[in-house]
C-alpha cells in the first residue's frame, strides 16, 4: 500500500503567558481541531515572537510521546539536544478556530509536518491536554497534540480520513487518547471503512510528577454547554446563563455568610 498517513501524539510550547491563557479559556478545547501553520524563525515579517530559544528542556521529538509515567515532560536542568533553531528554520505553529497561533512544535517535528505539507497532505492537529511545569524555571505551559495528516487526492479517502478525525475528536473531548499512530493494515481497515474504525489501543497521559499538573485533559461541562451556544442551540445558550447565575449566587450567598455584607 502507498504512504497515504502519518499520526502521533506530540508536545509543544507556548512562547508567552498570553498564548497559554487562550490555550487554557474556550477558544481551545481538548479535541478541537487546529490548523498547522508554518513561520520561519529570524523573518522580520512574522506577526508571532521567535520560538528561538525557547526549546531548551524540550525533549527530542524521536524520543517516544507520552509512553509512561513522566513521558513527555522536560527533563530539570537538561538542555535540548536536537538541533537549535536558527534564522530561517520553518517552525510549525497550532492555529485554533479563531486564528490565534497558540503554541509550538520543535524542529524535529516541524520538518515531518513540513514534509507532510510539501507532499500535498491535509494537516490536522487536535488537542490532547495542557500541562504547567515549575522547571526549567521561570516554568511553562505545554501540551500534547495529536498529529493526523493524509493524503487527501483521493476523494474517498479523503472523506474516509475527515470521517476517522471526527471520531478521534469527540474521543479526545470526552477524556480519551484513542491511537493514532496506525500501521499499514490499520490504515487500510480505516479506509475500508470509510472511517468508521476506530483504534483498539489508547495512549496514557504523562504520570504524575512532582512540580507538574495537566490543566486541561478533557471537556468540562461549561466548556460543552459553551460549545452548543455556539452552534445555535438556544436551550443550551440558556442554561449556560443559568450555570453562571447560579455561581454568582453561590458567591453572593459564600460573602454573606461569611458577613461581608
Known amino acids: 500500500m502507498r504512504d497515504v498517513y502519518y499520526g502521533r501524539y506530540a508536545r509543544f510550547d507556548t512562547a508567552s503567558k498570553r498564548d497559554a491563557a487562550r490555550l487554557l479559556g ?3 478545547l481538548v479535541g478541537d481541531l487546529f490548523e498547522i501553520e508554518f513561520h520561519a524563525e529570524g523573518d522580520p515579517d512574522a506577526e508571532r515572537p521567535s520560538a528561538e530559544g525557547l526549546h531548551a528542556g524540550i525533549p527530542r521529538a ?4 507520552v509512553e509512561g509515567p513522566g513521558a513527555g515532560e522536560p527533563p530539570a536542568g537538561e538542555p535540548y539536544a536536537g538541533e537549535s533553531p536558527a534564522a530561517g528554520l520553518r517552525v510549525a505553529w497550532l492555529k485554533n478556530r479563531f486564528g490565534a497561533l497558540v503554541g509550538f512544535f520543535d524542529p524535529t517535528t516541524s520538518h515531518q509536518l513540513s514534509l507532510c505539507e ?3 497532505w ?3 492537529a487536535l488537542l490532547s491536554f495542557v500541562a504547567y511545569s515549575e522547571k526549567p524555571e521561570p516554568g511553562r ?3 500534547e497534540a495529536a498529529l493526523v495528516c493524509y493524503d487527501a487526492a483521493d476523494p474517498a479517502e479523503r472523506a ?3 470521517a476517522f478525525v471526527e471520531g478521534i475528536a469527540r474521543q479526545m473531548a470526552a477524556g480519551s487518547r484513542p491511537g493514532v499512530e496506525l500501521g499499514e493494515r490499520e490504515v487500510e481497515g480505516l479506509l475500508e471503512s470509510g472511517g468508521a474504525w476506530s483504534p483498539a489501543q489508547s495512549v496514557p ?3 504524575k510528577k512532582p512540580g507538574t499538573v495537566l490543566l486541561k485533559t478533557h471537556r468540562s461541562l461549561t466548556e460543552k454547554i459553551t460549545e452548543q451556544a455556539r452552534k445555535g442551540n438556544k436551550g443550551c445558550s440558556l442554561a449556560s446563563w443559568l450555570l453562571l ?3 454568582l449566587a453561590g458567591v453572593v450567598f459564600g460573602l454573606r455568610a461569611c458577613g461581608v455584607f
Open 26 to 28: 474556550a477558544d481551545s
Open 62 to 65: 524521536d524520543e517516544p510521546a
Open 118 to 120: 510539501e507532499r500535498g
Open 122 to 124: 491535509k494537516l490536522h
Open 141 to 143: 505551559y505545554w501540551g
Open 160 to 162: 474516509s480520513f475527515d
Open 205 to 207: 497521559f504523562p504520570g
Open 245 to 247: 447565575l447560579v455561581a
